[in-house]
């Protein structure tokens, strides 16, 4: 599904990932997870396509197409989905609305036309009682004054709606509740598929109980320094990460 | 020959078409003479220092456009909002064209300027209204000398007019470059109710200069709305002058759109004579290229326990150009007013430009005034995160716009015309997305 090789990206001319390689296959689910500042969230965007980074050597591709050089809609369009770290404010565009602009500029793209409404509707009501989201919430400004925890939410209901091939998830669990975090995970379960993947980038095991990764990968300095299995992400919960930087430089 | 001289050896001419020993034509006189003195406004002046006329002072403009070209409705129907029934007052060349309008004399008088000035019947109304609140500056001089055409509304004490109507002048000027001096005159008696939309179309590639006056009377209870659609062609120039008198307990709004033309000049006065007045001042603007838009407003407050509401949105791309000065006056008796002044813009582009200036004379200690201006560029996380979730970047730039905007939008009483300004909106910023927020 994604293939990355050796990218090499930075930021005003400070260098955040180093050579960073990831192979992502369908129906598997990955966790990223290293200390702050690693690059995390840069390798997030950068798949998305945000175009602030300079990528400076390497490949990226998505079901074997190159996508360097594509928008992040273009990416979008063809099922790349980022839950954003920090969802971002958009007053006076209602959730519903923008929800729908979303869905129907996505199908536009694919030469579709407009989801009926009433499939939309059928649609958000189902999408939203998964996420038990209160409908009322719909009609707000996208993201304004929500919580931490329902930003999150918020994302997931997104995802839910749009339904990616490949979706990254950039600390969702952060902000969210003991039930919300069940809700949330039960809602990235429930999409979950042998043809689609999911990157999860997180700091702690508890979102882990839930969403099972197959492969844990840590990422350290912009690099993937090591990569394990589930029991990974337990060992770092335990241990933290002195003993794998030890490990690079020993 | 420049432009103040060929106008002002057009008088005699003028003076031809008009009864010149009635009263109105003294007022006209008067005017005549002190336009002949002022002449056209320069930078020099105060309130047009940023805003200048001479490009489109140039122009050889023909004075009396005789050679009206006639249209027909398929060719304009787009210009107005036909898709409820309204009443018409429609000019091309500044001349009513009957074909085209829809006025009435039942109850209510939607009709022409022409007449009212003429006729016995409208002789009081008159007498008591016409230039008795247009300031004596140039602009406005130059319209009331040579004020003979517009529109006519008189609405009686307790009526509710009960569809909307549409004032709207058009321009052919085929043969050469044309000035209008439109003359427009809203009188709502006690407890009328009225909603107006004004519109002014140029349909010619040659220039044209519009210098209109529009003198509104809102007695107590009564409520006028007044929705000036703004989208002319790049050759048009519109210098607006609207005059509103307020009585108690009267509120009137004036919305206004400017997303067309090549200078739009708005001078817009409120003058509230009473308590409990609500004054509201609101418009979008969104322009590119090289165009200018200039909103001038200026809220006197003179009774106490008076609101007076502004939001001005603006987006400028490329090198067009913005100006916002809102003049809020409370005079000491005015206590307890409540003033308030919005005015946001968003530069698209590292060469458009805005200046905005509030002027706040507080006389009065008792009151509430704010005002809040701010200059800011779109948010590109925000545009990030859209493109994320599959909307263009061109779309994601338009919703973003639109959302900005949308505070001016919720105040337009008129459905069709909400809609109608959403439409010209997404044409504006050639996307094709609703925007039903
Ligand atoms: N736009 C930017 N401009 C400057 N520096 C940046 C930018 N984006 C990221 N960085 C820097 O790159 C490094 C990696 O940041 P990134 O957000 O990817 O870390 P992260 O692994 O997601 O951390 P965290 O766990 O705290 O979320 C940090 O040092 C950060 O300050
Ligand atoms: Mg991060």
Request: aromatic share 8%; net charge negative; hydrophobic share 35%.
């Amino acid at each position: 599904m994604l293939k990355i090789e050796n990218l090499q990206a930075s930021v005003d001319n400070k260098s955040i990932l180093k050579g960073l390689n990831l192979n992502v296959k369908s129906g598997e689910v990955h966790a990223i997870m290293g200390p702050n500042g690693a690059g995390k969230s840069t390798l997030a965007n950068i798949i998305a396509g945000k175009e602030e980074y300079d990528v400076t050597n390497g490949t990226m591709e998505l079901n074997g197409e190159d996508i360097s050089e594509l928008s992040p809609e273009e990416r979008a369009h063809n099922g790349v989905f980022l839950s954003f770290q920090y969802p971002v404010e958009i007053p006076g565009v209602s959730v519903t609305n923008f929800i729908k602009t979303s869905i129907n500029e996505t199908r536009k793209a694919k030469g579709l036309n407009d989801m009926p409404a009433k499939d939309m509707l059928k649609m958000i009501r189902e999408k939203s009682e998964l996420l038990e989201i209160d409908r009322k919430f719909l009609s707000r400004s996208l993201n304004e004054g929500f919580s931490g925890g329902e930003k999150k939410r918020n994302e997931i209901f997104q995802m839910a709606m749009l339904e990616p091939k490949l979706a990254i998830l950039d600390e969702t669990d952060s902000g969210l509740d003991i039930d919300a975090l069940r809700i949330v995970a039960n809602g990235v379960n429930k999409l979950k598929s042998k043809d689609n993947a999911v990157i999860v980038i997180t700091h702690y095991q508890r979102l882990l109980d839930y969403i099972v990764p197959d492969f844990v990968h840590v990422l350290h300095d912009g690099k993937i320094v090591k990569t394990g299995d589930a029991s990974l992400a337990l060992e770092l919960e335990a241990k933290g990460y002195d003993w794998i930087k030890e490990e690079i430089s020993a | 020959m420049d432009l103040k001289e060929k106008i002002v050896s057009s008088y005699v001419a003028f003076e031809d078409g008009v009864n010149i020993n009635s009263d109105i034509h003294e007022i006209r006189t008067e005017a005549f003479q002190n336009f002949e003195k002022l002449g056209f406004p320069s930078k020099k002046l105060e309130a047009w220092k940023y805003t200048s006329l001479n490009s489109i002072l140039k122009e050889d403009y023909s004075i009396f456009p005789d050679k009206e070209k006639s249209i027909t409705l398929a060719e304009v129907k787009k210009y107005f909002i036909h898709d409820i029934d309204t009443y018409k007052i429609v000019f091309i060349d500044g001349k009513y064209s009957s074909f085209l309008s829809e006025t009435t004399h039942d109850n209510i008088d939607v009709c022409l300027m022409s007449s009212a000035l003429s006729k016995k019947k409208y002789k009081l109304v008159i007498e008591n209204y016409f230039n008795k609140i247009a300031k004596q500056d140039n602009l406005t001089s130059l319209n009331t000398a040579f004020s003979k055409e517009g529109a006519y509304i008189h609405i009686p004490k307790n009526t509710e007019v009960e569809k909307p109507i549409q004032i709207i002048n058009f321009t052919t000027g085929e043969e050469s470059a044309t000035m209008l001096q439109p003359r427009n005159l809203i009188v709502a008696d006690k407890n009328a109710h009225v909603q107006i939309i004004e519109r002014h179309q140029s349909l010619t590639s040659n220039a044209a200069l519009t210098n209109v006056v529009t003198e509104i009377f809102a007695d107590r209870h009564s409520t006028v709305d007044l929705y000036k659609i703004q989208n002319d062609n790049i050759a048009a120039s519109l210098v607006d002058n609207t005059f509103v008198e307020q009585q108690s307990n009267s509120v009137v709004s004036v919305h206004t759109f400017s997303f067309g033309g090549n200078i739009t000049r708005n001078n817009l006065n409120f003058f509230q004579k009473g308590e409990h007045i609500d004054s509201i001042l609101k418009g979008i603007t969104i322009i590119e290229g090289k165009q200018h838009v200039d909103h001038h407003t200026l809220v006197h407050h003179i009774e106490p326990n008076c609101e007076s509401h502004q939001d001005y949105k603006g987006i400028y791309d490329e090198r067009s150009t913005g100006v916002f000065n809102g003049k809020v006056i409370v005079e000491k008796e005015a206590q307890k007013t409540n003033a308030y002044q919005k005015n946001n813009n968003i530069l698209m582009n590292n060469k458009s430009t805005i200046n905005a200036k509030p002027q706040l004379e507080i006389f009065a200690d008792d009151v509430k005034c704010s005002h809040g201006c701010t200059i800011g560029q779109l948010d590109e996380q925000a545009l990030f995160y859209m493109q994320q979730r599959g909307i263009p970047k061109k779309e994601a730039k338009a919703l973003l716009m639109y959302a900005f905007a949308n505070t001016v939008l919720e105040s337009v009483k008129v459905p069709e015309v909400k809609e109608r300004i959403m439409k010209l909106i997404a044409t504006k910023l050639k996307v094709n997305i609703g925007f039903n927020i």
